[in-house]
């Protein structure tokens, strides 16, 4: 009686014991046709591979590839992984995606692609960009999203800083707090999942001091909470207090104090496994910044290019090569660059300048090197 | 005995004063009863009347119709949008016509729901007149629909034929085609509000019925290695939450893929939902098929007719109509959850108001009007589609011979 | 004459039956196909799972859970701060989920059979009442619902230097709900014992002698002597732990908060009513359908007899009709249990917001979702047990 599922059972073990030898075996040969690269970056590589159930570390192919770029090319638009809803960064304007992160991925869509619109923007959630970069479902993730270690690891490859922040606290004018001590035994609103909320933690638990948290996983909770009063204080990046501000029924009845107690550099990523990706996008982060340093801008940029300064020719692809050639791009991708989106200043400005589009913050730690500000890039050589 | 003459009409219903005395005063504790209720009704609806129409300001939901309709769908391509309406108003008019007087107030109310649109205050930018006549102009095509509908040629069959057709149709509108000059592709990043929940439901029900029924049939099968699979697919599936499932499709989805694949959003939503429904398809057909009673299969048998025809000729369609009403029970069950979709980044109704209300600063003591919109969209729909089964059910003469 | 034996066919006509048309041989074949395109589609996945993970340094294994959190949890039933482990915060959301699944599964049954009832009412303005809140109810989304509770009714109480102040004292503002709540004291745990041993001792006399009752007749007072012995053993923890076992936490508002006492966020209040109002609704319409399915004859033969309405319900109806309530009964406790992961969205710290904030933290994407998705997979299991057992209890024994 027991026979027939007996036998039953038998056949499936045997059938998946082999087909468990054949896949352990050779997955590069049966797999997808790019190489497998290994983690660009290099760290703990060795948790990585050890813990891949089954899976011996293979022999490496040479981390070469390009398999992004070839995407991008074929699919004819960059995915932009970044967000709508944080006014100055990434948001919606007349239905059309704008923002500092925004116009960071049409600079390399206008390297790459040619043409600066053709991004296709997806927004993500905080819970959701870590993922949507280890999948490779974005080719690029300009989102305000701080370039940390355990990041670097996991998620993908970090490119260039391109904006440098701290994270501070917003209060109600009249709550009469000035500093972190005041706030002993506060309720403090926080996004969830976010390099804010462990600081949070940190920085209260280093100076003994204790806070009641409140979590929620999307900004606009948040924001909306502490307006509500639900929260005495809310916590956040200092570029994203400022944005969020703007957006109050009352500005003026917030203050957003003049406390630091982190580093958050904010930086573009790509998905690691592909160091041609991660080459370009860091070269036209390069070129935005150096741009700005020769003062090449977007209503110069044509005139620029026969510019006595042989570094701006270089820039521009008039002559040389600044290893556009190794990289896949045409001479005058930079020169594409700057006549789309401008140079690092001008995107800056265009959204949080003087006459900026969602808001006014001083460029402060984000000014040029030359200017006492921490914006520098490698040259374009 | 005398027999009677007369024909005995029914007793008369009682005058309003007795009725009262039966119904609301027929003891002292239901007097009781009465009076408190009667005063809590007077307080509730006095507050929320007061609140209505003195204290809330419903600019959040006038102000933006189009948003809360298709979302960011490109205003240029929107004429797609108006056939696949014109489609729906032509198909809903045709089931009436076919139908009868069981779809006669949901069709009525599809109307009334189309004059809240060409009636919507708005201004003029923002709903041209354009549209609030071709919103009239469906009403029209509805009756249109509705004549046609009662022509001979239109049988049930040839309808649900149609309806599907109907759906393909929408989508490949709605999402153009990769070249074509007249239809260029919309990212479905794009597509959001009622069209994207509504394209959830229906196709979350349209594309789950035949794995429910095929995992039904798993579980009831005779191969232990097919029914275990399919209990313990069903068994998990039923198991977890629904947001649970989406996050998986979502987050992970991609992993078990090649990386070259590539996943749109809304189909990982529609995947999620589609196994979340299948699994409870499959259960409530499981009870249809246990119903159908083992007479029939055995008759059927003994006239010749093998396992398969058995089954798609004599079980299948006995147990699919007795199967009808938890189904459509299902479907109001799913439309409702698609407002969980907005967990990963799809842009349903709710979605749209939520974000709707983040971006704008002046709308910031409004949660309230938008919420009890978005609610009152979903009851509308969910009460008109209960309603609508259970017409359907006494027309289709389920629990009939 | 003998009759002459009748000569049968030979036995080895099966054996004639063409070999792929044979069923037995055509059923393993079946098996065996479709075990095969089953196991061979998982491998696949789980291949691609492992390439995609080795390309991009994803890890896949467990160890992350004995690395600190580093996270702060707004509310949790056991002491937790941000330096304990991943795997300490689920089990704190775990203990979150289960609270507020509890209390919701207490209360909505409480409410829906109350609705349920209320809905069969002769009264026609309670019977309408009822149908008005059941179909609302049943017919918006439960997430709406959520929201609506959370923003629209208690982030909008007054805000914490204007509480609405109850006697108790209770405070009620946007920040939550403020309760006087006892303590246990240094000295009390004595008296703890002695409760617990006074309710085990209480229950175990109450089962013999309600027994002893059944099966001699008389009477033992046994609810009289087990209330003494709960007392008795009570009172003996009492004077054991000096007297003082017992204080009062009062709330205070020390800075921006109230302390002390006991605290219930509005994220849960919200989570909680909306549970409730939202899972009451289906249960009364459970309820309902459970009290039509009994026979009306049932009520008439019970009123015949004597029975008031009060004592037909509780002696006839109900037993009736619990046995077609519980089981639908049961699916609705277990649709609430997984409905409270909705808590994500308006910032309640259960099982599930607990896993997201890990994913965003710790990068271990699908590890994280298999771990939230097998609690809620063992509690749905678990209590399809406890009705498929009640089930089997209770079921008719058909002719």
Request: with cysteine; proline share 6%; aromatic share 10%.
């Amino acid at each position: 009686m027991l026979r027939k599922p007996l036998f039953v059972l038998i056949s499936i073990l045997i059938l998946s014991m082999a087909l468990a030898a054949c896949s352990g075996a050779a997955p590069t040969a049966a797999g997808p046709t790019e190489e497998a690269a290994p983690p660009d970056t290099g760290a703990t590589t060795t948790e990585a591979v050890g813990e891949a159930p089954g899976g011996e570390p293979e022999a490496q192919p040479p981390a070469a590839s390009g398999q992004i770029v070839e995407r991008v090319r074929s699919r004819g638009t960059l995915v932009c992984g970044s967000r709508t809803d944080l006014a100055g960064f990434g948001y919606l304007k007349d239905n059309r995606n704008v923002g500092f992160d925004v116009d960071l991925c049409r600079a390399v869509a206008a390297a790459v692609l040619g043409d600066p619109e053709a991004v296709e923007v997806v927004n993500l959630s905080a819970a959701e960009r870590g993922p949507a970069l280890q999948t490779g479902e974005v080719d690029i993730l300009s989102r305000n999203t701080t370039w940390s270690t355990v990041r670097d690891a996991q998620w993908g490859n970090f490119t260039w800083i391109m904006f440098y922040d701290g994270q501070g606290f917003i209060v109600p004018a009249d709550s009469g707090i000035t500093s972190i001590e005041d706030m002993d035994g506060a309720t403090i609103c926080v996004t969830s999942g976010t390099t804010t909320e462990l600081n949070l933690a940190d920085a209260f638990r280093q100076r003994g001091l204790d806070f009641e948290p409140v979590t929620f996983e999307d900004t606009a909770s948040v924001y909306g909470a502490y307006e509500e009063g639900r929260c005495d204080v809310a916590t956040s990046d200092l570029s994203q207090l400022a944005s969020v501000r703007s957006g109050f029924a009352d500005p003026e009845a917030h203050v957003i104090l003049d406390i630091t107690i982190s580093k958050e550099p904010l930086t573009p990523a790509v998905p690691s496994g592909d160091d041609v990706w991660f080459d370009i996008v860091k070269s036209v982060m390069f070129g935005l910044i150096n741009a700005e340093e020769y003062g090449v801008t977007q209503a110069n940029v044509e005139e620029m290019k026969n510019s006595d300064n042989v570094e701006v020719r270089r820039l521009l692809g008039t002559e040389g090569d600044w290893g556009q050639s190794d990289l896949g791009l045409d001479p005058d991708a930079m020169a594409r660059v700057i006549a789309a989106v401008g140079n690092y200043g001008e995107i800056y400005d265009r959204y949080m300048g003087p006459n900026g589009d969602a808001f006014t913050l001083d460029r402060g730690l984000n000014r040029l090197w030359t200017e006492g500000g921490l914006i520098y890039a490698p040259p374009l050589r | 005995m005398a027999t009677r003459s007369e024909i005995l009409l029914p007793p008369a219903p009682p005058r309003p004063i007795v009725w009262l005395r039966q119904n609301l005063f027929s003891s002292p504790f239901n007097s009781l009863l009465t009076v408190l209720s009667l005063a809590f009704i007077i307080w509730i609806l006095n507050a929320a009347l007061r609140w209505v129409l003195l204290q809330a300001d419903w600019s959040i939901v006038f102000n933006h119709p189009l948003l809360y309709a298709v979302g960011q769908y490109p205003r240029e391509a929107l004429w797609r949008v108006g056939i696949n309406l014109t489609l729906l108003s032509l198909l809903i008019g045709a089931s009436w016509g076919c139908l009868g007087r069981a779809l006669r107030l949901f069709s009525l109310l599809y109307a009334a729901m189309l004059a809240v649109g060409i009636l919507w205050p708005a201004q003029f930018e923002t709903l041209t007149l354009t549209m609030r006549l071709a919103l009239a102009a469906n009403i029209g095509v509805m009756g249109l629909g509705y004549l046609a509908g009662r022509r001979p040629f239109v049988t049930g069959r040839r309808l649900v034929l149609s309806w599907l057709a109907a759906l393909a149709i929408a989508l490949v509108l709605l999402s153009g085609i990769p070249g074509a000059p007249l239809l260029p592709l919309v990212p479905t990043g794009l597509w959001g509000g009622l069209m994207v929940t509504l394209i959830l439901a229906v196709g979350g029900i349209v594309l789950s019925f035949p794995f429910g029924v095929l995992l039904a049939l798993g579980r009831r099968s005779s191969l232990p290695v097919v029914s275990i699979f399919s209990t313990i697919f069903i068994e998990i599936v039923r198991g977890v939450p629904l947001i649970g499932i989406l996050f998986l499709a979502s987050l992970i989805l991609p992993l078990f893929f090649p990386p070259d694949v590539r996943f749109d959003r809304l189909l990982r939503a529609l995947a999620g939902l589609t196994v979340f429904s299948a699994a409870y398809t499959a259960e409530n057909v499981r009870g249809g098929l246990a119903a159908v009673p083992r007479g029939q299969e055995e008759a059927a048998m003994a006239l010749g007719l093998n396992r398969y025809q058995v089954l798609t000729l004599i079980v299948l369609p006995q147990a699919l109509r007795i199967v009808i009403p938890p189904i459509m029970g299902q479907f109001v069950s799913l439309f409702k959850d698609t407002t969980l979709v907005s967990g990963i980044a799809v842009l349903e109704l709710l979605a749209v108001g939520r974000s709707v209300l983040g971006a704008n600063p002046e709308y910031v003591d409004q949660q309230a009007e938008m919420l009890l919109f978005v609610a009152a969209v979903f009851w509308f729909f969910s009460y008109l589609m209960s309603y609508a089964s259970q017409r359907l059910e006494t027309a289709l003469g389920v629990g009939e011979r | 004459m003998t009759a002459e034996q009748p000569t049968y066919p030979p036995v080895s006509l099966r054996s004639q039956i063409p070999f792929w048309r044979d069923e037995r041989v055509l059923r393993i074949l079946a098996q065996v196909v479709s075990a095969i395109l089953i196991t061979g589609f998982v491998v696949w996945m789980v291949r691609n799972v492992i390439i995609t993970a080795q390309q991009r340094g994803l890890s896949l294994g467990f160890r992350f859970l004995t690395q600190s959190a580093g996270f702060p949890i707004g509310e949790s039933l056991i002491p937790y701060d941000p330096s304990m482990s991943f795997a300490y915060a689920f089990f704190v959301g775990v203990l979150n989920t289960l609270y507020v699944s509890s209390l919701g599964i207490i209360f909505a049954t409480i409410l829906g059979v109350f609705a349920g009832i209320a809905r069969l009412s002769s009264n026609w303005l309670v019977s309408k009442l009822a149908q008005v809140y059941i179909e609302v109810h049943r017919n918006i989304p439960l997430l709406v619902l959520l929201y609506l509770w959370h923003s629209a009714v208690f982030l909008q109480l007054p805000r914490v230097q204007e509480s609405i102040v109850w006697p108790g004292p209770v405070y009620l503002n946007q920040r939550g709900l403020y309760m006087t709540w006892p303590r246990l004291t240094e000295t009390g745990q004595p008296f703890v014992i002695g409760f617990a041993a006074g309710l085990i001792l209480a229950a175990v006399v109450w089962v013999l002698l309600s027994r002893l009752q059944t099966a001699r007749g008389g009477n033992t007072h046994y609810v009289l002597i087990s209330l003494v012995v709960l007392a008795v053993c009570t009172a003996a923890g009492w004077i054991i732990s000096g007297g003082n076992p017992i204080a009062l936490d009062v709330p205070e508002l020390r800075g921006f908060n109230f302390r002390g006492g006991m605290h219930l966020s509005p994220e849960f209040a919200a989570l909680l009513v909306g549970l409730v109002t939202y899972t009451s609704a289906f249960i009364a319409d459970v309820v309902r359908a459970g009290i039509q399915a009994v026979p009306r004859g049932q009520v008439e033969a019970a009123r015949a007899l004597g029975l008031n309405y009060r004592q037909a319900l509780s002696l006839v109806i109900m037993p009736q009709a619990l046995r077609v309530i519980i089981p639908p009964l049961i699916s609705q406790y277990l649709n609430l249990t997984k409905n409270s992961s909705l808590a994500a969205f308006i910032g309640f710290t259960e099982l599930f917001f607990i896993g997201k904030t890990t994913i965003n933290q710790a990068g271990r994407a699908l590890q994280v979702i298999l771990l939230v998705m097998a609690v809620y997979l063992v509690i749905s299991l678990f209590t399809s047990l406890i009705m498929n057992l009640y089930n089997r209890r209770v079921q008719f024994v058909e002719r």
